[in-house]
């Protein structure tokens, strides 16, 4: 399991703190880590809070005879709650006692360990959880194995923190309010929720009672479908927009509901995307869209499934969804943005990025980007979206989309990934511009992890024909712009100009390889300027500099790159590529840069 903070250092801070009173709190903070110890005088017990988020997260505790002990009398006994509600050790000559009380507070245990010196237990927890750490003298268990100190404590550690809001999106094209919890939900009354505009809630919009929720059991988000006239009220507010949340509106699992959220205190976001980019493949959302199906065929069963591929659109973004479940492994979606060109790539086994031993022999396809998610279940799970520059290196575009995906299942059957990209990502042509006629051209599969050894495997969509993974040679194509007007089919936007790929030309740099400085020459033909961009980038994909940035009139030109990064550093010996890029096209050189 990982990561392990055992070894880690905590931020900590103390407080608050009665002056008066005989109780201490300590808060310790590591990454999504937050653990709140309280101490009071004269017990002998710590009682602990814990703020994990969704991950599951496992916790020891060893205890260890003291010295004296370890020299005269170091047995150590067997504490186990016929309940499961406490479990630890316990001296039996001097009654002296360390365990876990767990009672209701949402931890359970995991499993018992030993070392040398020392034996403990390991316990589990998810959200927000309570427990005690009880330190002292107690007496003999009963022939039940009931320790009576404990057993007085297991009322005393419930569940007493309800669920706290982390985050709040409107959507205005599907007229949907989402809530994310730091824990799971069982159910959140509408009629106590609220959007407001600017802190001093001078115009409040509270949902109707009636209000649908996309949920159907409990989970770590609310989405709330707002009806026509709710929708209207909220989109009719300026400025800034703030959640109020009545107390006890949402409630956990247990039924422990929430404290009240004041305007001002929860901002809500507005996204701009069609689609709720959150995981939860909604048949509403993607009701219009157009779909691959592939499902029950996968050789690794339904827990490693891919069983849709999803394509839609509007002017502003790509939409994409793998529908499906990954369990323990994780699964990649290759885009061609111009299939049956002579860009992208074929062979991705010595990539930097997510190399799982890809290639690709469909006739035409050769990926420029990879969507990539790993789904352990487990705090490490993550995602993001890489453009292919050549068969060894990518370059991180995670940041200019929009992504989200479900690893613990919480949306069932409905989980998955979802990813809205810019037009402008995939092209460059600017907002809402895609060349005339373009095509997509998509596949995805299932692999095992970890690099270097992982491969594609389990099942893929579509199919393979005849390859076995990890080669692929099958790919989905999807026609966006049929009218060769240069928008997408149906975002009812002027077209643009086409552009002739051969006007522009990036030609080898000299001298190659280079010491110092080396020249890059490109042409641009026909009888009009354009505009072009001309970069540098590492092997791993990373922008170096960017040497030319502008409209070029026709002719030839020529930029010098004299081996110094944007911020005027020398950059070390290596390769490094040259990439000319021109309405949505682009051409990439290798450079070796010597020392």
Partial sequence: VSPNYQHDGYGWAIGPVDPAGPTVTLTLIRNEVAKTVELTEGDSFFDVVYDVGPATHWIQAGFSPSLVDLVWNAQMDRIWAPDAAYMGQRNPNTGVTAAWVLGSGGAGHQRDFSGTLMKGDEIKGEGVFQLRLFAGVTSAPDVSGDVAELRAMVPEVTDTIGPAVTAAVYYPATDRLQLTFDQIVAGCDPSGVAVVEGAGATTVVTLPVSTPV?????????????????????????????????????????????????AGEAPVDVAGTAVAIDGNIEAGEWESALALADSSDSAWTAANEIDRLLVHWDQDYLYLAIDGQVSANSWLLY??????????????????????GASFSAPGFAPDFQYACYQHQSVWDGEGFWQLLSPTATQDRSGEVESAFDSYHTFGDASGSEIAIPWNTLYGLGAGAVPPGAQLALAASICWDPEPGGELGGDSAPDNLAASLPVIDNA????????????PDGSGLSPVPAVDPSLVRLLPNVPNPFNPVTTIHFEVSGSEAVDVELTIYDLRGRLVTTLVRGSMAPGAHKAVWDGRAADGRPVSAGTYFSRLQSRGLAWTRPLSLVK
Avoid: C, M
């Fill in 476 to 487: 989905w194509i999807v026609t966006v712009d049929g009218d060769g007007d240069g928008r």
């Fill in 335 to 356: 885009l061609d943005v111009d299939p049956g060109s002579a860009s992208g790539q074929t062979d991705l086994t010595a990539i930097d990025s997510w190399e799982r």
């Fill in 214 to 262: 996309s949920e159907t059991g409990p989970a770590i988000t609310r989405t709330f479908e707002l009806d026509a006239g709710t929708a209207a009220a909220v989109e009719a507010l300026a400025g800034d927009l703030y959640l109020t949340l009545d107390a006890d509106a949402a409630l956990d699992e247990s039924g422990v509901g929430n404290l009240a959220v004041a």
